[in-house]
């Protein structure tokens, strides 16, 4: 992301930098959220608060659910 700011800042265009953030991404939820990102910008879709909203709940499903499997884990071993 840090780079994808840099580019920004030199004067790449949003569409481009966006682009370019998914490709490095080996995250799916980045590349998602980069695909996301370029729609907005191309169509000017309202629905980003709505997207942005149900990655996060998305996030944080996943983030339990592995905190949850840890656990399991942990207590299989002891």
């Not at 840099?6 to 980069?34: D, H, M, P, W």
Request: net charge positive; proline share 0%.
């Amino acid at each position: 992301m840090r780079n994808t700011a840099l580019e920004l800042s030199n004067g790449i265009q949003e569409v481009e930098a966006y682009k370019t953030f998914g490709e490095r991404c080996s995250i799916k939820s980045l590349r998602k959220f980069s695909t996301m990102m370029i729609q907005n910008l191309q169509k000017g879709s309202g629905e980003v608060v709505v997207f942005l909203r149900d990655m996060s709940n998305e996030a944080w499903e996943e983030k339990k659910h592995e905190v949850k499997k840890e656990r399991v884990k942990r207590q299989a071993v002891n």
